[in-house]
């Protein structure tokens, strides 16, 4: 039969093993909860730079078609000022539209980051 000093030691060997694993797994969720935002923030850092690499290119293409039909509309008009100074103005009126309809253009873009947020988390409970 044991004695109360070996009941002390095997409760305190006990005790110490439980913190040890209590540690253990504590140390192992922050590991696993760091490599799952590393994750998060890859995967969506990637489709930003993607999105951001689409976006240059389609203002890009804009860019000479609009100057292509600045030019157009000059030589129809017989005034290249002219046909420059028409598309500025289409220009400043799509901005001025965008700007009008900020509110909802950015709750549109925050509704699109939060499907695209939910649909990555679904994938990667599956």
Do not use: H, W
């Not at 109360?4 to 093993?17: C, G, H």
């Not at 993607?50 to 890009?60: C, R």
């Not at 965008?98 to 649909?119: A, D, E, T, Y």
């Amino acid at each position: 039969m044991l004695n109360n000093s070996e009941k002390d030691k095997d409760f305190s060997t006990l005790l110490d093993e439980v913190k040890l694993d209590l540690l253990s797994y504590t140390n192992t969720r922050i590991k696993l909860f760091k490599l799952d935002a590393f994750e998060k923030l890859g995967i969506s850092a990637s489709a930003m730079g993607y999105g951001l690499i689409v976006i240059t290119l389609v203002f890009t293409i804009l860019f000479f078609v609009l100057i292509g039909l600045a030019f157009f509309i000059g030589e129809l008009l017989k005034s290249l000022a002219l046909g420059f100074a028409i598309l500025a103005g289409f220009s400043i009126l799509v901005l001025i539209i965008i700007l009008i309809c900020g509110k909802p253009l950015r709750m549109f873009l925050l509704n699109k980051i939060i499907v695209f947020l939910q649909n990555l988390d679904k994938n990667e409970s599956e």
